[in-house]
């Protein structure tokens, strides 16, 4: 079974409009985190903002903020206020087994492109 | 601070060959990790090293291997390259364990012939 789902493929958003990214994950550990990241066409991988699961609240950075809905292990993305720079991939990743052991390793979803529409 | 850094940016090998990427991770971080990204697979764990110790390891064969140095900076090694093997190699670096930001570098774009 896949462990973290993004169902979007691809995505068309206005300019200066909100858009959520759909991220649904499937684990059994009771603490794990859960990123974001955008990859422009140039290949980098950039952090955008983190989750983990026993934060209360909902992460936010700047434009961007996770609407973390545990009991359904969701993880949407919302981006507020697109522009035209936002066009790029978006991945979903969890880290699971948050023990010092257990490492950084990143499960990543499929992703989702978005391209922003002037 | 300097981000991290990935040499070389792109590579061009011919089946057979073994190639070498290197991963210079941001100053002051212990942990680097590696993924292979390809259209087909998506993006893969390959494996981590912290303070010179691989301490995960992905579902790759044994032709991918890789060290850290004591100095963080890490190397990958891909032997008896196929041509499946043509993907971007993005290492991501960070401080310790369970950081809440891992740091990627701009990716080795490998291409085998």
């Known amino acids: 079974a896949q462990k973290i789902t993004q169902t979007q493929p691809g995505m068309f958003v206005q300019e200066k409009e909100a858009v959520t990214l759909d991220c649904t994950y499937d684990?059994?550990?009771?603490?794990?985190?859960l990123f974001w990241y955008k990859q422009p066409s140039s290949g980098e991988m950039i952090f955008l903002i983190y989750q983990g699961s026993y934060d209360e609240q909902n992460a936010t950075e700047g434009r961007y903020s996770l609407n973390f809905q545990k009991a359904r292990k969701s993880a949407n993305l919302v981006i507020s206020a697109s522009q035209l720079g936002d066009s790029a991939m978006y991945f979903c990743?969890?880290?699971?087994?948050?023990?010092?052991?257990?490492?950084?390793?990143?499960?990543f979803g499929g992703g989702t492109r978005v391209l922003v529409k002037p | 601070k300097a981000g991290v850094t990935q040499t070389p940016r792109y590579l061009i090998k011919t089946r057979g060959q073994q190639v070498t990427l290197s991963c210079s991770p941001i100053?002051?971080?212990?942990?680097v990790s590696w993924y292979q990204q390809t259209p087909g697979q998506g993006l893969q764990f390959l494996f981590e090293?912290?303070?010179?110790?691989?301490?995960n390891k992905g579902n790759f064969p044994g032709r991918f291997s890789g060290r850290q140095f004591s100095n963080s900076r890490s190397e990958m090694n891909v032997s008896t390259l196929e041509l499946g093997d043509s993907a971007l190699y993005l290492c991501?670096?960070?401080?310790?364990?369970?950081?809440?930001?891992?740091?990627f570098g701009p990716g080795t774009r490998l291409t085998v012939l």
């Open positions: 991501a670096s960070s401080q310790g364990s369970l950081e809440n930001e891992q740091f």
């Open positions: 990743a969890m880290r699971e087994a948050m023990i010092k052991a257990a490492g950084n390793k990143l499960t």
């Open positions: 100053s002051g971080h212990r942990s």
């Open positions: 684990t059994s550990d009771q603490s794990y985190g």
């Open positions: 090293y912290f303070s010179e110790t691989q301490r």
